[in-house]
């Protein structure tokens, strides 16, 4: 059985696979080659598991955020970015759930759309989405 950790990155990995969008994926630790058309770069923060409970060997509450930054060739109006960036926030509503293994992670508020930055000729729109599992 992989550990919790895994289980909760394949769970959030679950949650990307399904995107509505077409862009290819930059997984973490995979070479990627970037495409003129644009992608998502994939990121994930977590903290430090919190015990909620006396007894030690029990189920910690653990959170984190998966950081989807829509990668974009520089033209045209960044409205257009934006709305391509709140698809993916709208794809991971709050409340929904995604699921791996023995684990559940839940999105515990609403994702948000970072404001952009202009990179290497890119540019970078960052969603943040913000998940809890108690595992």
Known sequence: MPTIETQIWLALKSG?????????????AKTFAAVTSGYIRVGHVSAAPNPELIATGKKHTRRGFLMLTLVMPIHGDTSVFIDQAGQIAEHFKEGSTVHYGSVCVTITSAPHVVDGYEDGGYWNVP?????????
């Open 127 to 135: 969603v943040r989405i913000p998940w809890r599992t108690f595992a």
């Open 16 to 28: 990307i696979d399904t995107l509505p969008l077409s862009y290819q994926i930059a997984w973490p």
